[in-house]
Each structure stands twice: as structure tokens, then as C-alpha cells.
Nanobody
Framework: QVQLVESGGGLVQAGGSLRLSCAAS????????MGWFRQAPGKEREFVAQ????????YYADSVKGRFTISRDNAKNTVYLQMNSLKPEDTAVYYC?????????????????WGQGTQVTVSS
């Protein structure tokens, strides 16, 4: 398993931007599909975005499509989530996760390793 550490969360006004980073330990980072999930208070953890091993194929939740961009730098063992045009409903703890499998990657049960999460708060 890889160890994951997120950073970059914070407080931002609606319409603003943040970039989250997730640094992974280990030498096998490039063999994982990487995902971002989020969990708002009182709600279940939900899929946000995924980037496949090839670093090209990406998937997004409909709620963030066109506003968020996932990317990865395998040389730095890091995955990013660029979040633009933020809305108050984007407020949540954001988690990065690593998946060794070959499924669609939309479900939390597919992921083997999780970070501790980083808080994103969007004020109106």
C-alpha cells in the first residue's frame, strides 16, 4: 500500500480557486489509479474525480465537471485537484485515494489506501 498525505485545503470565497495536492510514498505510485473523494457533514463520502495510471484518462462527478481538473505527476508521486469556480456546496473534507485494481473507480470500496483528508470551506 501507499501512504497518502493531502494538503492545500482552506477557506475561500465562492467563485474562488484552490489546488489540492496528494503526496504518495513508495515506488509504485505510477501503478495506481488515483481518486479524489469528498465528505460533507452528515453526508456520505462521494466520488469527485479519478485519473488512471496512464495519466491521461480522467473521470469526474457531474457536480464538478468543467470546474475541477485532476492531474498527476508520477515523477513527484503526486496527484492534484485544481478546483475553480468554487461553490458553497463544495464545502467538505477532501480525501485522496489509491486504487490498484482495474475497475471503474467510482466506489470507495475499490480503493486500497486513503489519506487523512483536507478541509475545504467555501463561503457565500
Amino acid at each position: 500500500q501507499v501512504q497518502l498525505v493531502e494538503s492545500g485545503g482552506g477557506l475561500v470565497q465562492a467563485g474562488g480557486s484552490l489546488r489540492l495536492s496528494c503526496a504518495a510514498s513508495g515506488r509504485t505510485f505510477s501503478s495506481y489509479n488515483m481518486g479524489w473523494f469528498r465528505q460533507a457533514p452528515g453526508k456520505e463520502r462521494e466520488f469527485v474525480a479519478q485519473i488512471r495510471r496512464n495519466g491521461v484518462t480522467t473521470y469526474y462527478a457531474d457536480s464538478v465537471k468543467g470546474r475541477f481538473t485532476i492531474s498527476r505527476d508520477n515523477a513527484k508521486n503526486t496527484v492534484y485537484l485544481q478546483m475553480n469556480s468554487l461553490k458553497p456546496e463544495d464545502t467538505a473534507v477532501y480525501y485522496c485515494a489509491a486504487d490498484r485494481g482495474y475497475g471503474l473507480g467510482f466506489s470507495i470500496v475499490e480503493y486500497d489506501s486513503w489519506g487523512q483528508g483536507t478541509q475545504v470551506t467555501v463561503s457565500s
